[in-house]
């Protein structure tokens, strides 16, 4: 993209209204009616602070961590509605194309509707993970997302190269949309290396790491070599020790955040459904996964 139809774009984001924003953020049907009430309000003190923290955030750069504001997930919802107009400019002065932005940025409409899911209302949860996204340090690349971050790795045991000498890195995550056929991993693999380098040419990459039930080594035992979760967790090469997460692999398979779920009333129709849950019944512990691969 040339200068100018930077430019434009930035005006264009600058001006956008209560319905494109919504679009942007591929916000369902069903919790539409909410979000534009609290767009179209008077702001709130507390949205207004979280904004304020967004943008100190996002003008600081990656380097800086964002500070986490204390106010309520309305609160954030709401700031992260009104801020979308600015985070847009903010991609487009570095170049980054409408389609990553929309792909970013539907993260916002997957995890209301995953709060809608989970708790029957609208609402999010999960909105300290947004902040990811309006600090302007993760974007979704194809069927992945990659959060560029360093230091401290998260296993006891450590085992990433350039992780002790403070080296960038992509932490990849796995959002809700359809299947991770190897195909699809490898595409967005392929388009990792070369966003970054040209966008955040400051913070070169060479790893990616992931934590992730996914990542459990109990599946490999239990799931066929050729599923394609076994391939995905396959591609990476494991570090450090798993740690216990008794609620992960629950909570993205059946979105319950029940920490004793009825397991009796889950259903067991797949064989993902029929692992997770046999598990428990046999008194077993699911467990985060470590780790990390040369991206190409
Ligand atoms: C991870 C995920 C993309 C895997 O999808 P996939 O490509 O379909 O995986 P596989 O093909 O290896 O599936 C193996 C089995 O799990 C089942 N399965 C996959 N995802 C499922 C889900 N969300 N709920 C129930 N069953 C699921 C498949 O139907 C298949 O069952 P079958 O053998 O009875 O046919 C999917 O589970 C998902 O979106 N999970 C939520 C996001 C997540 O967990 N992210 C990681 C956060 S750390």
């Not at 209204?17 to 909410?34: F, K, N, Q, S």
């Not at 600090?135 to 194809?142: A, D, F, I, S, V």
């Amino acid at each position: 993209m040339n200068r100018a139809d930077r430019l434009e774009t930035m005006m264009d984001a600058a001006l956008l209204t209560t319905e494109p924003i919504l679009d942007y953020l591929a916000v369902a049907a069903a919790d539409r009616a909410a979000c534009v009430q609290l767009l179209e309000g008077t702001p709130g003190p507390a949205a207004v602070e979280v904004i304020a923290a967004l943008r100190t955030s996002l003008c600081a750069g990656v380097s800086e961590l964002p500070v986490l504001v204390q106010a309520d997930e309305t609160d954030w919802i709401e700031a992260f509605l009104r801020f979308t107009p600015e985070l847009l400019c903010w991609h487009a002065e570095r170049g980054i194309a409408d389609e990553v932005s929309r792909a970013t940025l539907a993260d916002v409409g997957r995890n209301l509707e995953i709060n809608r899911r989970v708790h029957g209302r609208f609402g999010m949860d999960t909105h300290t993970w947004l902040i990811h996204h309006f600090t302007g340090r993760l974007y979704q690349l194809g069927r992945l997302q990659y959060l560029l971050h360093r230091g401290a790795v998260p296993a006891a045991g450590g085992g990433i190269p350039g992780a002790e000498s403070g080296d960038w890195r992509l932490g990849i995550h796995i959002p809700e949309s359809g299947g991770l056929d190897p195909e699809t991993v490898h595409a967005s693999l392929d388009l990792a290396r070369p966003f970054f380098t040209r966008h955040f040419p400051d913070q070169p990459v060479r790893i990616a790491d992931c934590a992730s039930w996914l990542l459990d080594p109990y599946i490999a035992g239990y799931l066929d070599s050729d599923s394609n979760i076994v391939r995905f967790a396959n591609r990476f090469t494991p570090y450090g020790h798993p740690l216990d997460a008794p609620t992960d692999a629950v909570y993205f398979t059946f979105r319950t955040r029940s920490s004793d779920p009825e397991l009796a009333s889950l259903p067991r129709r797949t064989s993902l459904q029929r692992m997770v849950l046999e598990r428990i019944d046999d008194g077993g512990c699911w467990q985060l996964g470590f780790g990390y691969l040369e991206l190409p």
